[in-house]
């Protein structure tokens, strides 16, 4: 009997998308074949390929193509029975716009590319048999599991397990307030894990016929020891770690620490680049004396780790509008960093507020983020060991990658 996954994921390991796979790829060794097909590649991406832990790997590359290549493949989309059912179902629930019925067709044109791409690698390259165990995982939750769905019928008694995180699960961080295919995505896949509790309650109120298959496994961070105590408690030093995108609203953090008393402090490091990093840069060049800014820019995963471990920062900070459940505060905490953070998505399931930091409204004023600073910058030694005691627990509990790993693939399994 043969052991084999399939993996479905964006450029994955190509560019630097999906950076939180990687540590998941350490615990695929209980598949005997894992099969990676790296979707959408795009130019910029191919130059980049990391090195994965892996012997038993083989990585099929998909590149993206042109928007009119994906036009010229629409009339199969077009005529095809998920896009009619999506349509159905946009006018059954009154959905319908022309730029969400644009935006589905885009989706599905993708799905039938690369379902022809991968079968024909498929047919070529891999011989199923009734004896295998064959599993289908997408790692996200866009149009991939109805892409599974179109090649699983090949494997006898596979099964299809996807993840859902956070662009790919609440509809309502898209322009168009929509994401195609979520129920025939549903009925693609045998289970559908979310990364938060919250996602899970989401998916579950709005697609009630799907509650059996919808379920809660966490990501997680490798234990990268804990900081030592804080060395001052003349000068707060947060740090931040993020896209620079408009989600993220470091904008708003900007007007938070202009905001801040001048009787304390403060150092802000953010590691992370984006499209909006010279308007942010532009906005902390004018911030008072007493609130420094630096920006690091893109940074290698194991360089911030070595700077949260070594006490270079003392809190984490997070005034995104919208999260799954952020990684990046699992990193931080597992380092032992309180966090201040906004309470959207499954962020108030890591920061539990007065106990490993301060969970502020979804929506703050800068004088509530302030506020929440200037508490962590008066705060006793006593009292922020006691903090950062509780976030590195917190961390440990239940977002300890090796045991969340060891179990998502057990349930891959069973």
Same mark, same amino acid.
């Given at each position: 009997?043969?052991?084999?996954?399939?993996?479905? !994921?964006?450029?994955?390991?190509?560019?630097?998308?999906?950076?939180?796979?990687?540590?998941?790829?350490?615990?695929?060794?209980?598949?005997?074949?894992?099969?990676?097909?790296?979707?959408?590649?795009?130019?910029?991406?191919?130059?980049?390929?990391?090195?994965?832990?892996?012997?038993?790997?083989?990585?099929? %590359?998909?590149?993206?193509?042109?928007?009119?290549?994906?036009?010229?493949?629409?009339?199969?989309?077009?005529?095809?029975?998920?896009?009619?059912?999506?349509?159905?179902?946009?006018?059954?629930?009154?959905?319908?716009?022309?730029?969400?019925?644009?935006?589905?067709?885009?989706?599905?044109? $993708?799905?039938?590319?690369?379902?022809?791409?991968?079968?024909?690698?498929?047919?070529?390259?891999?011989?199923?048999?009734?004896?295998?165990?064959?599993?289908?995982?997408?790692?996200?939750?866009?149009?991939?599991?109805?892409?599974?769905?179109?090649?699983?019928?090949?494997? %006898?008694?596979?099964?299809?397990?996807?993840?859902?995180?956070?662009?790919?699960?609440?509809?309502?961080?898209?322009?168009?307030?929509?994401?195609?295919?979520?129920?025939?995505?549903?009925?693609?896949?045998?289970?559908?894990?979310? #990364?938060?509790?919250?996602?899970?309650?989401?998916?579950?109120?709005?697609?009630?016929?799907?509650?059996?298959?919808?379920?809660?496994?966490?990501?997680?961070?490798?234990?990268?020891?804990?900081?030592?105590?804080?060395?001052?408690?003349?000068?707060?030093?947060? #740090?931040?770690?993020?896209?620079?995108?408009?989600?993220?609203?470091?904008?708003?953090?900007?007007?938070?620490? $202009?905001?801040?008393?001048?009787? #304390?402090?403060?150092?802000?490091?953010?590691?992370?680049?984006?499209?909006?990093?010279?308007? #942010?840069?532009?906005?902390?060049?004018?911030?008072?004396?007493?609130?420094?800014?630096?920006?690091?820019?893109?940074?290698?995963?194991?360089?911030?780790?070595?700077?949260?471990?070594? *006490?270079?920062?003392?809190?984490?900070?997070?005034?995104?509008?919208?999260?799954?459940? %952020?990684?990046?505060?699992?990193?931080?905490?597992?380092?032992?960093?309180?966090?201040?953070?906004?309470?959207?998505?499954?962020?108030?399931?890591?920061?539990?507020? *007065?106990?490993?930091?301060?969970?502020?409204? !979804?929506?703050?004023? %800068?004088?509530?983020?302030?506020? !929440?600073?200037?508490?962590?910058?008066?705060?006793?030694?006593?009292?922020?060991?006691?903090?950062?005691? !509780?976030?590195?627990?917190?961390?440990?509990?239940?977002?300890?990658?090796?045991?969340?790993?060891?179990?998502?693939?057990?349930?891959?399994?069973?």
């Amino acid at each position: 009997m043969t052991r084999r996954l399939l993996l479905f !994921a964006n450029s994955f390991p190509y560019g630097k998308q999906e950076p939180y796979l990687m540590r998941e790829c350490h615990y695929l060794d209980a598949f005997d074949e894992v099969y990676i097909f790296s979707l959408s590649i795009r130019k910029h991406q191919r130059d980049l390929r990391r090195d994965l832990p892996l012997e038993q790997v083989t990585v099929v %590359p998909v590149p993206f193509k042109s928007p009119l290549f994906y036009a010229a493949v629409s009339p199969r989309a077009l005529v095809s029975r998920a896009f009619m059912t999506e349509l159905r179902q946009l006018l059954r629930d009154r959905r319908f716009t022309v730029a969400r019925a644009v935006q589905a067709l885009s989706q599905f044109s $993708r799905a039938e590319h690369e379902a022809s791409v991968i079968g024909r690698f498929i047919r070529d390259n891999i011989t199923p048999s009734a004896s295998d165990e064959t599993v289908f995982y997408a790692y996200r939750f866009l149009y991939q599991p109805y892409l599974m769905s179109r090649l699983a019928a090949k494997f %006898p008694s596979s099964r299809r397990i996807g993840r859902a995180h956070g662009i790919d699960l609440f509809e309502e961080r898209q322009p168009t307030d929509y994401l195609p295919g979520r129920e025939i995505n549903l009925r693609a896949l045998d289970e559908l894990h979310s #990364v938060s509790q919250a996602g899970a309650e989401y998916l579950r109120a709005r697609h009630p016929d799907f509650v059996a298959k919808i379920k809660v496994s966490y990501l997680g961070t490798e234990d990268h020891g804990v900081r030592p105590p804080r060395s001052s408690s003349q000068v707060l030093r947060l #740090v931040s770690c993020s896209e620079v995108a408009p989600v993220k609203r470091l904008e708003l953090l900007v007007e938070a620490l $202009r905001e801040v008393s001048d009787t #304390v402090q403060v150092e802000w490091s953010h590691y992370g680049d984006g499209p909006d990093m010279d308007r #942010v840069r532009a906005m902390a060049s004018t911030l008072p004396g007493h609130v420094s800014a630096t920006f690091h820019g893109w940074t290698r995963n194991d360089a911030i780790l070595e700077a949260y471990r070594s *006490g270079r920062h003392d809190v984490f900070i997070n005034v995104s509008s919208s999260e799954g459940l %952020p990684v990046s505060i699992m990193e931080s905490s597992s380092c032992g960093l309180p966090t201040i953070a906004t309470d959207v998505g499954g962020t108030g399931e890591i920061v539990s507020d *007065g106990v490993n930091g301060r969970l502020i409204s !979804a929506n703050p004023m %800068p004088r509530e983020i302030a506020d !929440a600073v200037e508490e962590f910058a008066r705060m006793t030694p006593d009292a922020f060991a006691r903090r950062s005691a !509780a976030a590195r627990e917190t961390w440990s509990t239940h977002f300890d990658s090796d045991r969340n790993y060891r179990q998502f693939v057990g349930k891959m399994l069973s």
